[in-house]
């Protein structure tokens, strides 16, 4: 029932009174977009004036833009990675923030092959609760009553671990989780989950996710939205339905809980909730034996109105596999976030997947565009980027993202790609075109183009026995596999055929190319089984020529013409394929402890 038309707001009905307090702080934040960044600016510069940071550039306590702009750099992680050691070896001194850092999040980007670290500060995560809070009153807009039902969630903590000085470093989801404000969050009828608190804290996935899909079974009724927070996380669900229906649905007869589930929290807590119901362990069976799964969620649960999942970037692959599951339903993309920073919310979250924007919210940090030009060399600190403000972008150009944080990243450059789409009263809503350098991205992983030439060149020092070389290799990210995996497609040049690679060999270079990857994606095949065993093709001699003639056909010169380290262009896979005379697939897990490497 939407609530009185004079507290209504300009983006639609409110549905309650504490849905219209956040509706008019969006619109407050949105129609002052510049004075609030003047204010955050002022505020972020004032609270850590006394800085090392800020005093090596000689601020002198100044707060204003032209100061800042002026005397602080446009910087990398790998220009803060010293002062960042220094605070994970226990330097508590104020380096970058005046308030103490509480805790590394830990970023799905890397810095030489490891996660990067993200200091952040406890008053951190006030600021992401508030983005968190906005996101149900915006929803209630456009789907109505959910509060008559629940959220099948598939949340998950990961792996966490301690710096030499002792501070926690985990990724952000992870330390929101584990927070009281997460733990201890009020009822809203709104925002009421399936899954049990013990479930989403279990560290154990197999445990979690078994405790987390038997609670969305037993509410199939009750559950009005199904979501995980990427597209591939919630494939990874249905992929887990397909393999442990049977154990589910004898746990739902029975009203007893799978042996494997050990956490004692988690037993006592479905112990609780677990009642025998022979009905639904029957429809369950009857379901999921149907040699289709086609529509599989909206089978089960009947009443789900959309998908909450990002199908934004790199999981834009997984569409076509969530349409032929879910039925077609429609896509909520609902925010924008990252490690360093909360960015800002989709004002119409039931819009396609192609048209998302999401509204930058002027209050989460200090936000500067550069300029993308992708002809560019780049820039030095003798000649510094001209950095564009938040109210001053312009609409169909595209910027990389630049961020000034409370927990004191100054003028970091975040690595997005955005394209302006509009505005939203004066702050700009950008659709977001790619993370920068990523070549391959199955799940939370990006690969750059670097980190895929190291690993071609460790694997391929094991075909040097046989008097093989790689001539020529690409890539691409299969996802119709589930989980997705790397797939490389190598050219061989074989100088002795009686002494050719064997198999084992060749699967060998695929471990040896996985031990070679960034910490994230060992991560993702070891402990979070969201990557699946890397593959090489070994195509014919003379198919990267063909590929070449291909590309010419169609308009690339042949002067410039280069091999492209990724493809996901159908004519050109269906080429390569075409050409594969043998395909090899990782024999075993790589290496991967949660400790950084030293």
Not at 258 to 266: A, E, F, G, I
Not at 282 to 300: A, D, L, N, P
Request: charged share 25%; proline share 6%; glycine share 6%.
């Amino acid at each position: 029932m939407a609530v009185d038309s004079a507290i209504s707001s300009p983006l639609g009905p409110p549905a309650c009174e504490k849905d219209a307090k956040a509706l008019r702080f969006i619109e407050e934040m949105t129609r002052n977009a510049d004075p609030v960044q003047e204010r955050v600016l002022s505020d972020i510069l004032t609270q850590n004036s006394q800085t090392e940071y800020l005093r090596r550039f000689k601020l002198n306590g100044a707060s204003d833009r032209d100061s800042f702009k002026s005397k602080l750099p446009v910087i990398t992680y790998e220009d803060l990675q010293p002062e960042i050691q220094r605070i994970a070896n226990g330097d508590r001194s104020a380096i970058l923030s005046a308030h103490p850092i509480s805790e590394f999040l830990t970023s799905s980007g890397t810095s030489a092959g490891e996660r990067k670290l993200m200091p952040t500060i406890k008053e951190e995560l006030d600021r992401r609760q508030l983005l968190y809070s906005l996101l149900m009153p915006v929803m209630n807009l456009y789907v109505p009553g959910l509060d008559k039902g629940k959220g099948l969630y598939f949340l998950f903590v990961k792996s966490e671990t301690r710096t030499p000085g002792g501070l926690l470093a985990r990724p952000v989801l992870t330390s929101y989780y584990k927070s009281e404000h997460f733990k201890t969050r009020p009822y809203d009828p709104y925002n009421v989950y399936t899954s049990p608190n013990e479930a989403i804290l279990c560290p154990d996935s197999f445990q979690s996710m078994y405790t987390q899909m038997l609670r969305g079974l037993q509410d199939r009724h009750q559950v009005l939205r199904v979501g995980a927070v990427f597209a591939s996380g919630l494939l990874r669900a249905i992929r887990f339905l397909q393999l442990n229906w049977r154990q589910l649905s004898q746990d739902i007869e029975t009203g007893t809980l799978n042996q494997k589930v050990t956490d004692p929290s988690l037993r006592e807590c479905m112990g609780k909730i677990l009642k025998p119901d022979p009905e639904l362990a029957r429809f369950v069976r009857h379901e999921c034996s149907k040699e289709s799964w086609e529509g599989i969620i909206t089978r089960i649960w009947p009443n789900t109105k959309y998908l909450d999942v990002i199908v934004t970037g790199a999981m834009a692959q997984y569409i076509p596999t969530l349409d032929y599951y879910s039925g077609g339903l429609p896509k909520a993309c609902t925010m924008y976030a990252s490690s360093e920073c909360y960015f800002g919310l989709n004002l119409n979250p039931m819009c396609k997947p192609s048209e998302v924007s999401y509204t930058i919210m002027p209050n989460m940090a200090y936000f500067e565009f550069l300029p993308h030009d992708p002809n560019s060399a780049g820039f030095t600190r003798d000649s510094p980027p001209k950095l564009v403000d938040l109210v001053d972008v312009e609409i169909g150009k595209e910027y990389e993202l630049v961020i000034t944080t409370y927990a004191g990243l100054c003028r970091y450059r975040v690595g997005d790609i955005l394209r302006v789409t509009g505005f939203h009263n004066s702050a700009p809503q950008f659709h977001f075109v790619r993370r920068k350098n990523v070549l391959l991205s199955i799940d939370s992983d990006k690969t750059d183009e670097a980190e895929l030439q190291k690993a071609v060149e460790n694997a391929s020092r094991l075909l040097r026995e046989f008097n093989t070389s790689v001539v020529e290799y690409t890539s691409y990210a299969d996802t119709k596999t589930i989980p997705g995996h790397y797939v490389i497609y190598w050219e061989l040049l074989v100088k002795d055929a009686a002494n050719s690679p064997t198999d084992d060999v060749l699967k060998q270079c695929c471990l040896a190319m996985e031990e070679s990857m960034n910490s994230v994606y060992r991560q993702g095949r070891v402990a979070d089984n969201s990557i699946g065993p890397l593959e090489i093709r070994v195509v014919r001699n003379g198919t990267f020529e063909e590929l070449m003639d291909y590309a010419i056909s169609r308009g690339a010169s042949i002067n410039q013409y280069k091999v492209p380290r990724c493809v996901n262009f159908t004519p050109i896979m269906e080429l390569l394929d075409s050409r594969v005379v043998s395909t090899h697939f990782s024999p075993a897990l790589p290496h991967w402890t949660p400790e950084r490497r030293r």
